[in-house]
């Protein structure tokens, strides 16, 4: 399939993405105004401006909504705080459907960036907001409710792990065994899962992973593909493309290198919501990795984690017009 022809069927796919979704908090400060606290002495980092994004999840569910699909939504839990307010509006001003299990249990996945309004550069250490315990029974069995009740009305589950504590984030065990049996029950479902510290976990899925979260394997990928009975298993290699294995055996789609990229954070979640686009839309794995890298090559021009238009995906390419 070409690219105009997968991303003309999207208005008729519907995508879930399921994990961490988080407020990712993009505040510009001013370092004239870094003055000493009168109270501790110490120098202020003075905010003047605020935007909040749908972050972690939440970039993957921008990406497939920019893309095209006619339905999208986000499986996840916040906490009853303000943070979690802001996640829901920012969601609903995207578009995005929100299945969120609220609980005062926990805090909402939150990164805070912080800008030098002088030189556009993030240059303090990032503030995050997270959870090193393990997440709540009660949370996690509305979690699995939700998704049984979700997963017949859409084409494809985007499973987003990124949670890097020891506890692990919303996929948890129970959340992976039911993953893995749904992959069973409906083989026309995509479900495709990008987890940065657990991916030896799944089973039954696509598993997508970048060229250093593949190096914990030790050359073992292909074994670990057999063994967890992955339909497709895509290791991203940054700008050169990706390696694509299969029981089919093994493919690498190259990309087109990008000279100077703007902002490389998010490339891997534009990348899979070019990939699971084209799935859904009927594609090889090859065609998926090649929107894949399309789409990535248009996202790290951007600075943030930005998105690329149908539009934007097309342009330069009349080849495949």
Same mark, same amino acid.
């Given at each position: 399939?070409?690219?105009?022809?997968?991303?003309?069927?999207?208005?008729?796919?519907?995508?879930?993405?399921?994990?961490?979704?988080?407020?990712?908090?993009?505040?510009?400060?001013?370092?004239?105004?870094?003055?000493?606290?009168?109270?501790?002495?110490?120098?202020?980092?003075?905010?003047?401006?605020?935007?909040?994004?749908?972050?972690?999840?939440?970039?993957?569910?921008?990406?497939?909504?920019?893309?095209?699909?006619?339905?999208?939504?986000?499986?996840?839990?916040?906490?009853?705080?303000?943070?979690?307010?802001? *996640?829901?509006?920012?969601?609903?001003?995207? &578009?995005?459907? +929100? /299945? !969120?299990?609220? =609980?005062?249990?926990?805090?909402? @996945?939150?990164?805070?960036?912080?800008?030098?309004?002088?030189?556009?550069?993030?240059?303090?250490?990032?503030?995050?907001?997270?959870?090193?315990?393990?997440?709540?029974?009660?949370?996690?069995?509305?979690?699995?409710?939700?998704?049984?009740?979700?997963?017949?009305?859409?084409?494809?589950?985007?499973?987003?792990?990124?949670?890097?504590?020891?506890?692990?984030?919303?996929?948890?065990?129970?959340?992976?065994?039911?993953?893995?049996?749904?992959?069973?029950?409906?083989?026309?479902?995509?479900?495709?899962?990008?987890?940065?510290?657990?991916?030896?976990?799944?089973?039954?899925?696509?598993?997508?992973?970048?060229?250093?979260?593949?190096?914990?394997?030790?050359?073992?990928?292909?074994?670990?593909?057999?063994?967890?009975? *992955?339909?497709?298993?895509?290791?991203?290699? &940054?700008?050169? +493309? /990706? !390696?694509?294995? =299969?029981?089919?055996?093994?493919? @690498?789609?190259?990309?087109?290198?990008?000279?100077?990229?703007?902002?490389?954070?998010?490339?891997?979640?534009?990348?899979?919501?070019?990939?699971?686009?084209?799935?859904?839309?009927?594609?090889?794995?090859?065609?998926?990795?090649?929107?894949?890298?399309?789409?990535?090559?248009?996202?790290?021009?951007?600075?943030?984690?930005?998105?690329?238009?149908?539009?934007?995906?097309?342009?330069?390419?009349?080849?495949?017009?």
């Amino acid at each position: 399939m070409t690219h105009r022809e997968i991303l003309e069927a999207l208005p008729g796919k519907s995508a879930v993405i399921l994990g961490d979704i988080c407020l990712d908090r993009w505040c510009t400060y001013d370092p004239a105004e870094s003055e000493p606290s009168r109270e501790t002495g110490l120098p202020r980092i003075a905010v003047v401006e605020t935007l909040v994004t749908p972050g972690a999840g939440g970039t993957v569910a921008n990406n497939a909504k920019a893309l095209g699909f006619g339905r999208v939504a986000v499986l996840g839990a916040v906490g009853m705080d303000g943070f979690g307010y802001e *996640l829901k509006q920012a969601l609903a001003k995207a &578009g995005i459907e +929100g /299945a !969120l299990v609220e =609980s005062p249990e926990i805090p909402t @996945f939150t990164y805070t960036k912080l800008i030098n309004g002088a030189s556009g550069q993030e240059d303090l250490p990032r503030v995050d907001f997270i959870r090193t315990v393990d997440m709540p029974r009660g949370v996690e069995t509305a979690i699995l409710e939700h998704l049984d009740r979700l997963a017949p009305e859409f084409d494809a589950i985007f499973v987003s792990d990124q949670a890097e504590t020891a506890a692990g984030g919303v996929v948890t065990k129970r959340i992976r065994d039911r993953l893995a049996e749904l992959a069973l029950e409906r083989p026309n479902l995509v479900i495709w899962v990008d987890s940065r510290n657990r991916p030896h976990l799944f089973k039954n899925v696509i598993v997508k992973m970048n060229r250093d979260e593949s190096a914990a394997f030790r050359g073992n990928i292909y074994s670990f593909r057999n063994e967890a009975n *992955l339909p497709l298993l895509c290791v991203t290699h &940054g700008p050169d +493309g /990706a !390696l694509l294995l =299969s029981a089919a055996g093994e493919e @690498f789609i190259s990309a087109t290198p990008i000279a100077n990229p703007v902002d490389i954070c998010g490339a891997g979640d534009s990348f899979s919501a070019g990939a699971v686009a084209a799935l859904v839309a009927g594609a090889t794995p090859a065609e998926a990795a090649a929107l894949g890298n399309r789409v990535a090559s248009i996202t790290v021009m951007k600075k943030g984690t930005g998105t690329a238009s149908p539009a934007e995906v097309l342009s330069g390419i009349a080849t495949l017009a």
